[in-house]
Nanobody
């Protein structure tokens, strides 16, 4: 089974920056669609940013122009660079990887355990 481990979270002041990292235990980034999700207390998990295996990116409206998703396929690391952080960005951030196996027709969907991001006023 693939394991995803997030890191880089922490406490930052409003307007500050953080870079989150997601490392995979297997070489999957060349075939997988990747994404960052977040979940604040009392709220549902929501998509923050995603990147297809072809490099196409999508962002939630609330983070456009502030967050950038990127991927290093050689190192199997997914990044989320966050600028101009706001208190409403406070949440646990999760890494996700998904793909379909055309040979077995199985669909795979993996999640990390999350990393806490807290933005103070």
């Amino acid at each position: 089974q693939v394991h995803l481990v997030e890191s880089g979270g922490g406490l930052v002041q409003s307007g500050g920056s953080l870079r989150l990292s997601c490392a995979a235990s297997e070489s999957i980034f060349s075939i997988a669609d990747m994404g960052w999700y977040r979940q604040a207390p009392g709220k549902a998990r929501e998509l923050v940013a995603s990147m297809s295996n072809g490099g196409t990116t999508n962002y939630a409206d609330s983070v456009k122009a502030r967050f950038t998703i990127s991927r290093d396929n050689a190192k199997n690391i997914l990044y989320l660079q966050m600028y101009s952080l706001k208190p409403e960005d406070t949440a646990v951030y999760y890494c996700n990887a998904g793909w379909g196996d055309i040979v077995t027709q199985q669909v795979y969907d993996y999640w990390g355990q999350g990393t806490q991001v807290t933005v103070s006023s």
